[in-house]
């Protein structure tokens, strides 16, 4: 069955540092990508999204592409600030299909000041 | 305008006993899902509602049931409850058949399962 694979954490970077953190997927169809945020204290919330090859999703200085030939949606983000501090979980949903959203296992990114 | 609230926030259950965990959607949603989040995993999904009716299913068993109500609210239900039910338990919500990843998620509910 369709799955989504991230880089373990936590992740642990100075204030200004370059973020990647890493996201790969297995899918039988084309799914749309997804990156959703869990702040301390809140629910999940949509970072950004993509829903087809090569689309660029971007939001608050993240960026993630959707690249098919390597089946990976990657986030990055120039330079991170103490607020980003959060919990990060990368997935996929083939509406063509189904409606359920497959998530990864998420990760956990702590920024130093 | 109000996001999703989810109600209780936590709770403690013994083993063999029944939850009832509460949902209400955001302003303008007609769809609800419902996620189960084990500790450092990802959410997986148990069910979707729509028009009071279940439209999918994921891959749990039947002590887990749920409800819509016409005002589009939820209750999840899970049934002879087992340790490995300790979890959080997320409400999203929606709007329409088609799930675009525009969910709003709810705080959710604490469950432990002693």
């Known amino acids: 069955g369709d799955s989504v694979t991230q880089m373990e954490g936590p992740v642990t970077l100075s204030e200004e540092a370059f973020l990647t953190i890493n996201c790969t997927y297995t899918a039988t169809g084309y799914p749309s990508l997804f990156w959703y945020v869990q702040y301390p204290g809140e629910g999940l919330q949509l970072l950004l999204k993509?829903?087809?090859?090569?689309d660029k999703g971007s939001n608050k200085g993240f960026e993630a592409t959707y690249r098919k030939e390597t089946t990976s949606f990657h986030l990055e983000k120039g330079s991170v600030q103490v607020s980003d501090s959060a919990v990060y979980f990368c997935a996929l949903s083939d509406v063509n299909r189904d409606d359920k959203i497959i998530f990864g296992k998420g990760t956990r990114l702590h920024i130093l000041p | 305008d109000a996001g999703v609230t989810q109600s209780p926030t936590h709770l403690i259950k013994t083993r063999g006993q029944q939850v009832t965990l509460r949902c209400s959607p955001k302003s303008g949603h007609d769809t609800v899902s419902w996620y189960q989040q084990a500790l450092g995993q990802g959410p997986q999904f148990i069910f979707q509602y729509y028009e009071e009716e279940e439209r999918q299913r994921g891959n749990f068993p039947d002590r887990f049931s749920g409800h819509q109500f016409p005002n589009y609210s939820s209750e999840l239900n899970v049934n002879a409850l087992l340790l490995g039910d300790s979890a959080l338990y997320l409400c999203?919500?929606?709007?329409?058949?088609?799930?675009?990843?525009?969910?709003?998620f709810g705080e959710g509910s604490r469950l432990t399962v002693l």
């Open positions: 999203a919500s929606s709007l329409g058949q088609g799930v675009t990843g525009e969910l709003f």
């Open positions: 993509a829903t087809k090859a090569d």
